[in-house]
T-cell receptor, first 109, second 114 residues
């Protein structure tokens, strides 16, 4: 059973606008959450993370929000750039890492 | 500093053949892991290791063996390949298995089992 879910397989956004990627999880014991970015034929690369004791973490254009009561995680990219086009995976950790199925983001110039 | 390296990049096997996927890291990371990526399934953990001589099973360990004789290397063995093992395999490492540690991924090995 998938403990971490990304229900949107794809997302298209105009350059300069906000991209919002969503992730839901079922296990309330997860203590750490991460977002990874993946280009074709490459391994995932770490983007941003958040501890379960926080509800927001920012790093430049990227902000991750955590809503523990809703078991929901989101990644905001503002402003979106064509180079952000990639597959984004959310992941959650309790002893080991559990990944979502990924959302393919396309930023249209 | 090469990071996490994986060989081969691509492999075709026949059902029943065996092979070893190689993974090495030069960052002195204690924690290493193997994932497989399948369409619609995301990344699933196969096996992981918290240090030399210590390995444990992840979410989908059946059909795979691992060992960790050195800090640097963490090979994944398929003893008798099956078509269900057709996938892209990623090796990852981090300094420790702690919650705050980011994993660094290799470029992946694409495996096709006929």
């Amino acid at each position: 059973d998938q403990q971490v879910k990304q229900n949107s397989p794809s997302l298209s956004v105009q350059e300069g606008r906000i991209s919002i990627l969503n992730c839901d999880y079922t296990n309330s014991m997860f203590d750490y959450f991460l977002w990874y970015k993946k280009y074709p034929a490459e391994g995932p690369t770490f983007l941003i993370s958040i501890s379960s004791i926080k509800d927001k973490n920012e790093d430049g254009r990227f902000t991750v929000f955590l809503n523990k009561s809703a078991k929901h995680l989101s990644l905001h990219i503002v402003p979106s750039q064509p180079g952000d086009s990639a597959v984004y995976f959310c992941a959650a950790k309790v002893e080991q890492f559990y990944f979502g199925t990924g959302t393919s983001l396309t930023v249209i110039p | 500093n090469a990071g996490v390296t994986q060989t081969p990049k691509f492999q075709v096997l026949k059902t029943g053949q065996s092979m070893t996927l190689q993974c090495a890291q030069d960052m002195n990371h204690e924690y290493m892991s193997w994932y497989r990526q399948d369409p619609g399934m995301g990344l699933r953990l196969i096996h992981y290791s918290v240090g030399a001589g210590i390995t444990d099973q992840g979410e989908v360990p059946n059909g795979y063996n691992v060992s960790r004789s050195t800090t640097e290397d963490f090979p994944l063995r398929l003893l008798s390949a099956a078509p269900s093992q057709t996938s892209v395999y990623f090796c990852a490492s981090s300094y420790s298995p702690g919650a705050g540690e980011t994993q660094y991924f290799g470029p992946g090995t694409r495996l096709l089992v006929l």
